[in-house]
T-cell receptor, first 113, second 114 residues
Framework: GNSVTQMEGPVTLSEEAFLTINCTYT??????LFWYVQYPGEGLQLLLK?????DKGSNKGFEATYRKETTSFHLEKGSVQVSDSAVYFC????????????FGTGTSLTVIP | DARVTQTPRHKVTEMGQEVTMRCQPI?????VFWYRQTMMQGLELLAY????????DSGMPKDRFSAEMPDATLATLKIQPSEPRDSAVYFC????????????FGPGTRLTVT
């Protein structure tokens, strides 16, 4: 079946530190992969995506590369800011149905000045 | 700036009462999803629709929950009767196309059942 496993949190970093949030997946086919971000009191927002192997998604300084060989889609940012404090969700969409999304449990990030 | 809207944003009700949550998807989107978020379970898919037809509602407790799309601009999620364990944030999301690769989430309805 399909599933997403992401790094347990919470993660606390100092401003300008390097961020990695690990995400691995299990899928029956060739999924599309996503990172969503949820700020306090808000819904999830799409941060970036990759639809095929070796694609790199990027947005707002965040990057993630779709690695089929390691079934991973780790989120990285070279220098985090206080405003990046949020919960980050890794997700995949099942290509067989095209509609079914599978979300990870979320990783809470707090960036301190 | 097109957004998914949800009403109400907050709802406090007593056990046994009916609760109705509403969602207006982004105009032109043909896929609508309902999710529930709790600290214990995380984000759970309850149901989703494409072109107003329900495609999957296996995540929903059928005895008390129901989801409908009376028209393309309105999706509803009802709980009757509500129970304290239904307390959660309920999100609606919409997307476009068969694959609906990108889902756009509403701000959520925070439900508290006492």
């Amino acid at each position: 079946g399909n599933s997403v496993t992401q790094m347990e949190g919470p993660v606390t970093l100092s401003e300008e530190a390097f961020l990695t949030i690990n995400c691995t997946y299990t899928a029956t086919g060739y999924p599309s992969l996503f990172w969503y971000v949820q700020y306090p009191g808000e819904g999830l927002q799409l941060l970036l995506k990759a639809t095929k192997a070796d694609d790199k998604g990027s947005n707002k300084g965040f990057e993630a590369t779709y690695r089929k060989e390691t079934t991973s889609f780790h989120l990285e940012k070279g220098s985090v800011q206080v405003s990046d404090s949020a919960v980050y969700f890794c997700a995949l969409s099942d290509p067989n149905t095209g509609n079914q999304f599978y979300f990870g449990t979320g990783t809470s990030l707090t960036v301190i000045p | 700036d097109a957004r998914v809207t949800q009403t109400p944003r907050h709802k406090v009700t007593e056990m046994g009462q009916e609760v109705t949550m509403r969602c207006q998807p982004i105009l032109g989107h043909n896929t609508v999803f309902w999710y529930r978020q709790t600290m214990m379970q995380g984000l759970e898919l309850l149901a989703y629709f494409r072109n107003r037809a329900p495609l999957d509602d296996s995540g929903m407790p059928k005895d008390r929950f129901s989801a409908e799309m009376p028209d393309a601009t309105l999706a509803t999620l009802k709980i009757q009767p509500s129970e304290p364990r239904d307390s959660a944030v309920y999100f609606c999301a919409s997307g476009f196309g068969v694959r609906a690769h990108e889902q756009y989430f509403g701000p959520g309805t925070r439900l508290t059942v006492t």
